[in-house]
């Protein structure tokens, strides 16, 4: 499929390297000529240099060959009007990034079909890590039923030094599959000869009740919190603590601007406080210990990074840090960040099932690897149903990691058959994305 980007951005690069690596047919339009440069050359791809919402350059993107079209900048107003400018040239699908709430609900008369704010994706996952300090990823499918878990094997966990066929006997009631090893910049799809040693990085899906016993096996221990301690007053920063306050956390916002940490003060129920995130006096006196976690949000990397790696340095047990550069995620895993979350990967996530066929329920990526797990609702007419799961012919870099039946969850099995409004969750490296799907999809 022919997709069409605007806007060469953290958005626009990461949406355009994971879809030229499916082998989708991908033109950027940026409107900065250097940056339109640099991306043509690194992904070998159409770039054009110009305004994404002119007809005249949509044109010379050949948007009428276009199944799909994302306008991904950082101005709301453009991405709408680029999305309008596209749907009167015959684009089938729209998607637009727009935070304002007031023109994204306005959006749907301008011509944009979806209209997606990574903010609220970001602030659940910010807010779910900070409930599962100490795992490096965390999504939910089905209604929650299912999770998608990922951290790091210690030598203390029961899986260091073993295969997954070897673990299983370990696992009472074996209630997990293994999805994926990261090692390195190699991911390796789990199978019952794959081998796990400490400071691999893995991810797991298991039941949602199950996923603290799940990760315990793997030495991932995630110890009960009860304060978060928020850095940075941001939007994010806003929604997550309003999530965890609802969860009955107690929760404390810092913000070094006087203007900003009045006006949090004034809309958040959080308790906020004005001073520097990155002052190891200051965090010393928040006396952070046992049950603490704490997340930098602010919307500048370097600070969440500092602010983060002091509070280690004082005493946080767990914290996790938001970034823009999405590269930067791998490198921090050792250094005294627990986790961390990027609303450039909440955007590619929500715009990633667009770009799939229809029932494609919910996608999420894992950071340090091409993978994705995607939901998929089977209909009378997949090819699946009826079929047990050792038939299916599943490629070697694909796995089946979990089954939905009504209110249930099922850790398939070879002999496991499928059924019609089965959710199935399949996790897949990019080169097998496709035909795994055409398995499952009618």
């Known amino acids: 499929m022919r997709v069409v980007i605007v806007g060469a951005g953290h958005d626009g690069s990461y949406l355009a390297e994971r879809l030229v690596a499916e082998g989708q047919e991908v033109v950027i339009i940026e409107a900065d000529e250097d940056k339109a440069a640099r991306i043509q050359d690194r992904l070998d791809i159409l770039a054009i240099q110009g305004n994404g919402a002119s007809?005249?350059?949509?044109?010379?993107?050949?948007?009428?060959?276009?199944?799909?079209?994302?306008?991904v900048?950082?101005?709301?107003?453009?991405?709408?009007?680029?999305?309008?400018?596209?749907?009167?040239?015959?684009?089938?699908?729209?998607?637009?990034?727009?935070?304002?709430?007031?023109?994204?609900?306005?959006?749907?008369g301008l011509g944009v079909d979806v209209a997606v704010d990574p903010r609220e994706s970001a602030a659940r996952q910010a807010a779910r890590l900070a409930e599962h300090a100490g795992v490096t990823e965390y999504a939910m499918f089905a209604d929650g039923q299912l999770s998608m878990v990922a951290g790091v094997v210690t030598e203390d966990g029961a899986a260091a030094g073993k295969t997954v066929m070897q673990l299983r006997p370990l696992a009472e009631g074996w209630s997990f599959i293994v999805a994926a090893v990261v090692r390195g910049n190699t991911t390796t799809i789990g199978r019952g000869d794959?081998?796990?040693?400490?400071?691999?990085h893995v991810v797991v899906m298991a039941e949602t009740s199950r996923v603290r016993d799940v990760i315990g096996m793997f030495g991932i221990e995630t110890e009960p919190i009860n304060r978060v301690v928020i850095l940075g007053g941001t939007r994010i920063a806003a929604m997550t603590a309003e999530i965890l306050l609802k969860a009955g956390y107690e929760v404390l916002i810092v913000e070094e601007e006087r203007e900003r940490a009045a006006f949090m003060a004034r809309r958040s129920r959080a308790s906020v406080l004005q001073a520097d995130p990155t002052d190891p006096?200051?965090?010393?006196?928040?006396?952070?210990?046992?049950?603490?976690?704490?997340?930098?949000?602010?919307?500048?990397?370097?600070?969440?990074?500092?602010?983060?790696?002091?509070?280690?340095?004082?005493g946080a047990p767990k914290t996790i840090a938001r970034f823009g550069h999405r590269s930067v995620a791998g490198l921090l895993r050792n250094v005294g960040i627990d986790a961390?979350?990027?609303?450039?990967?909440?955007?590619?996530n929500m715009i990633l099932q667009y770009v799939r066929r229809d029932r494609i329920l919910s996608v999420a990526t894992v950071k340090d690897t091409d993978a994705e797990a995607i939901e998929i609702e089977l209909a009378a007419g997949s090819p699946a149903v009826g079929r047990q799961l050792i038939d299916l012919g599943l490629p070697r870099d694909a796995v089946l990691g979990g089954i939905a039946r009504g209110n249930g969850v099922i850790v398939p099995e070879g002999d496991t058959m499928l059924r019609v409004?089965?959710?199935?969750?399949?996790?897949?490296?990019?080169?097998?994305?496709?035909?795994?799907?055409?398995i499952f999809l009618a």
């Open 55 to 71: 007809p005249a350059v949509l044109r010379r993107a050949g948007v009428d060959r276009a199944g799909l079209f994302l306008a």
């Open 73 to 108: 900048t950082d101005n709301d107003g453009a991405n709408v009007l680029a999305c309008r400018s596209a749907k009167a040239l015959g684009v089938p699908r729209t998607v637009a990034r727009v935070e304002d709430p007031d023109l994204r609900d306005v959006s749907p």
């Open 194 to 200: 794959t081998d796990m040693e400490a400071g691999d």
């Open 281 to 314: 006096d200051f965090l010393t006196s928040l006396r952070l210990g046992e049950g603490d976690v704490v997340v930098g949000l602010s919307g500048h990397d370097h600070l969440n990074l500092m602010g983060c790696l002091m509070a280690s340095a004082v």
């Open 340 to 348: 961390t979350l990027s609303s450039r990967v909440a955007v590619a």
């Open 421 to 438: 409004g089965d959710h199935v969750v399949v996790f897949a490296k990019s080169e097998a994305i496709d035909a795994a799907e055409k």
